[in-house]
């Protein structure tokens, strides 16, 4: 069983950044493939970055491309999302999400752990 724990959400003006961190629990967290997904009011969740149980590939939505960096402290049992140039498309309720293989997916059924989200405003 594995517990994710979101913080880091907040208001902010768009072009501005914030740092989203998770913090899980568990004896697995390193061989678990991660990702973050958003869910805006009245949209469905949508992926927006995954990172491989070892960190060494990172995948991503193409609007956020050049703008969000997911990574990952497998000692400190964490993941992070810094996200840079923020836009107010970019407002959502951000959950961090573990799967229970090292494979990388894209999609929100593919993870089979959810943590209870952090909600992130951008104002324009």
């Known amino acids: 069983q594995v517990q994710l724990v979101e913080s880091g959400g907040g208001l902010v003006q768009a072009g501005g950044s914030l740092r989203l961190s998770c913090a899980a629990s568990?004896?697995?967290?390193?061989?678990?493939?991660m990702g973050w997904f958003r869910q805006a009011p009245g949209k469905e969740r949508e992926f927006v970055a995954a990172?491989?149980?070892?960190?060494?590939?990172?995948y991503y939505r193409d609007s956020v491309k050049g703008r969000f960096t997911i990574s990952r402290d497998n000692a400190k049992k964490m993941l992070y999302l810094q996200m840079n140039a923020l836009k107010p498309e970019d407002t959502a309720v951000y959950y961090c999400?573990?799967?229970?293989?090292?494979?990388?997916?894209?999609?929100?059924?593919?993870?089979?752990?959810w943590g209870q989200g952090t909600q992130v405003t951008v104002s324009s």
């Open positions: 568990g004896p697995t967290f390193s061989s678990y493939a």
């Open positions: 990172i491989s149980w070892i960190g060494d590939r990172t």
């Open positions: 999400a573990a799967r229970r293989a090292i494979v990388v997916v894209t999609t929100a059924a593919g993870y089979d752990y």
